[in-house]
Structure formats: structure tokens, C-alpha cells
């Protein structure tokens, strides 16, 4: 079986900083995977070349059966479903939840000359209504909450069917009901065996969805321990990931951690 992502050696320099250090890393079919780590460990960095939108000082990275740097990425993008802030803050606020949806279809960001089918039309409100957004089809994305406006950039990322889904913090900023209403929803989804092999990255670990298969832990741009969950998600890893004595608790496949006293 083919992997839907491969990094090999995988390294970003800006200046003499590394955002990320010779990290390898693999997505098989059907993996879900959780990548944790602390702010600024490099985790929106790797996401950006999962995504196609950002290229490797050094290493490899083949996404989808393609190489990155021999491939046409606006070929490959639509292949990969991304909600990340970068995203969000492109969308444009007027547009109605439905067309923030629909026009993903068409790799644009506003909804202006295209002639739209009325086919994707209903597959954008079929996903909004799948998030439990659908009510708000018709109101100008600006005017969301923030738990909606996430729902509707996940529905937005999942509009072209993609064959990777790629999640960034998409619990950040929500209050508690938001938050388990989207990891009861991205719990659903992942369980869904048709669903696209899925990375969601955090750094909750009450922001896990039960279903996620795999974890990867980054700390300063470096691959800490990776493979699955049930190995991998330890007191001791996350200690070393967070770089504080942390202890896991784990209860109905729901996860938490506290500093050790
Ligand atoms: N253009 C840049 N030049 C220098 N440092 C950068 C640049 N872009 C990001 N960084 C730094 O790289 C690190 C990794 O960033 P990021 O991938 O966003 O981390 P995370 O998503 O894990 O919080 C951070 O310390 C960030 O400040
Ligand atoms: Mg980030």
C-alpha cells in the first residue's frame, strides 16, 4: 500500500533557526494521526508541507504518490483538505457559510464569476448540516462564532473529498461545549472507515477525538516518539515532549495531563 505521506529528512531553516530538524515521518491509508507538542514546536510547519504549501530546506516529502518539487501544486492542493488559521484569515467574512463551503470546489476563496452546480451546492450544505452548522447556511461567515466558523472551515476542507485531511488546532479559542461538540463530531468522522486519512494537531490532549489511531510528539522541530497511540501516548513521552514531569490519565478513550506533584 502506497503511504499518503512520506517525509524523509525533512528540514526548514529561516535564518539559523530549525523549524524543523531531519524529521521523518509517514501516514499510511486510514492512519489518523494526532500531532502534539508545544507552541513553537514546528507543528503548523509540518502541516504546511503536508499541505503542499511549503517546500523543504533539505529532505524529501511525497504527498499522495507525488513528489514535492516535481509536481504541480495547484494540482495537488485540491487533494488535501486543510483548516488551519493560514486559511481562515483568507476567507472572506461577507461570504455566507454555504459559498465559504462551496467555493472550495473550485480552489478559490470568494465567490464572484463561477458558475456553480447546483450538485456542489448540495454537497456543501449536506456537509454543513453533517457539522451541525447547516442553520447557518445563509449568514455571513464574519458573523459566526467561533465554534461555527470552525465547523464550517472543516466542512470547507472536506468539500473536494479529499484523500488527506489536515486539521490545525481546530479546537483553539473554543469554550468547553464548542470543544466537545467538534471532538464528538471529528470522533464520528474519524471512525468513518471512507474518511481520509486524518492529522488533527494540538497541544490539549482533552482535544483528542476518540478513533485517532497514531501520535506523533514534537519538541524544538525534532520527532520525539511517533507511532501508536496506545505505545506511544505514555507519562513519560509527554514529559519529555513538554519538558515537565506530566502525568496521563486516559478515561472512555478521552485523554488528559497534569503536572506531576
Ligand atoms: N519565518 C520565520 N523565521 C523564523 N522563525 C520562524 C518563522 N516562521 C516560524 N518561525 C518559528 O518557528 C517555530 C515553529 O513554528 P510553528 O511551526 O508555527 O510551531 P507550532 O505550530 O508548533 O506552534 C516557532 O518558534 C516560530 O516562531
Ligand atoms: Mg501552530
Same mark, same amino acid.
Given at each position: 500500500m502506497s503511504p499518503v505521506l512520506n517525509l524523509s529528512g525533512v528540514t526548514v531553516r529561516r535564518g539559523r533557526k530549525l523549524l524543523l530538524d531531519e524529521v521523518d515521518f509517514g501516514i499510511a491509508e486510514g492512519q489518523r494521526w494526532v500531532i502534539?507538542?508545544?507552541n513553537g514546536a514546528g507543528k503548523t510547519?509540518?502541516?504546511?508541507?503536508?499541505?503542499?504549501?511549503?517546500f523543504p530546506t533539505a529532505g524529501s516529502a511525497q504527498i499522495l504518490d507525488e513528489t514535492l518539487g516535481g509536481v504541480d501544486v495547484f494540482e495537488l492542493r485540491p487533494r488535501i483538505g486543510l483548516c488551519s488559521n493560514s486559511v481562515a484569515h483568507t476567507l472572506p467574512g461577507r461570504e455566507t457559510a454555504l459559498n465559504v463551503v462551496v467555493t472550495a470546489a473550485y480552489?478559490?476563496?470568494?465567490?464572484?464569476?463561477?458558475?456553480?452546480?447546483?450538485?456542489?451546492?448540495?454537497?456543501?450544505f449536506e456537509l454543513l448540516n453533517d457539522w451541525g452548522v447547516g442553520t447557518v447556511f445563509d449568514r455571513p461567515f464574519a458573523t459566526l462564532s467561533e465554534g461555527e466558523r470552525?465547523?464550517?472551515?472543516?466542512?470547507?476542507?472536506l468539500m473536494t473529498d479529499p484523500e488527506l485531511l489536515l486539521l490545525d488546532e481546530p479546537g483553539a479559542g473554543? =469554550?468547553?461545549?464548542?470543544? /466537545?461538540? &467538534?471532538? !464528538?463530531?471529528t470522533s464520528a468522522l474519524v471512525e468513518d472507515?471512507?474518511?481520509?486519512?486524518?492529522?488533527?494537531?494540538?497541544?490539549?490532549?482533552?482535544?483528542?477525538?476518540?478513533?485517532?489511531?497514531?501520535?506523533?510528539?514534537?519538541?524544538?522541530?525534532?520527532?520525539?516518539?511517533?507511532?501508536?497511540?496506545? =505505545?506511544?501516548?505514555?507519562? /513519560?513521552? &509527554?514529559? !519529555?515532549?513538554?519538558?515537565m514531569p506530566l502525568k496521563l490519565t486516559e478515561r472512555e478513550g478521552r485523554f488528559s495531563a497534569f503536572m506531576k506533584s
Amino acid at each position: 500500500m502506497s503511504p499518503v505521506l512520506n517525509l524523509s529528512g525533512v528540514t526548514v531553516r529561516r535564518g539559523r533557526k530549525l523549524l524543523l530538524d531531519e524529521v521523518d515521518f509517514g501516514i499510511a491509508e486510514g492512519q489518523r494521526w494526532v500531532i502534539l507538542g508545544p507552541n513553537g514546536a514546528g507543528k503548523t510547519t509540518l502541516l504546511q508541507i503536508a499541505s503542499a504549501r511549503l517546500f523543504p530546506t533539505a529532505g524529501s516529502a511525497q504527498i499522495l504518490d507525488e513528489t514535492l518539487g516535481g509536481v504541480d501544486v495547484f494540482e495537488l492542493r485540491p487533494r488535501i483538505g486543510l483548516c488551519s488559521n493560514s486559511v481562515a484569515h483568507t476567507l472572506p467574512g461577507r461570504e455566507t457559510a454555504l459559498n465559504v463551503v462551496v467555493t472550495a470546489a473550485y480552489g478559490v476563496t470568494g465567490r464572484w464569476h463561477e458558475e456553480y452546480e447546483k450538485l456542489d451546492e448540495r454537497r456543501a450544505f449536506e456537509l454543513l448540516n453533517d457539522w451541525g452548522v447547516g442553520t447557518v447556511f445563509d449568514r455571513p461567515f464574519a458573523t459566526l462564532s467561533e465554534g461555527e466558523r470552525k465547523r464550517v472551515q472543516i466542512a470547507r476542507a472536506l468539500m473536494t473529498d479529499p484523500e488527506l485531511l489536515l486539521l490545525d488546532e481546530p479546537g483553539a479559542g473554543l =469554550d468547553l461545549a464548542g470543544r /466537545e461538540a &467538534l471532538v !464528538a463530531r471529528t470522533s464520528a468522522l474519524v471512525e468513518d472507515e471512507s474518511a481520509p486519512a486524518t492529522v488533527l494537531v494540538t497541544h490539549h490532549l482533552e482535544e483528542i477525538p476518540p478513533g485517532f489511531t497514531h501520535v506523533l510528539l514534537l519538541r524544538e522541530g525534532q520527532v520525539v516518539s511517533a507511532g501508536p497511540i496506545a =505505545d506511544t501516548l505514555t507519562s /513519560e513521552n &509527554l514529559s !519529555a515532549t513538554f519538558d515537565m514531569p506530566l502525568k496521563l490519565t486516559e478515561r472512555e478513550g478521552r485523554f488528559s495531563a497534569f503536572m506531576k506533584s
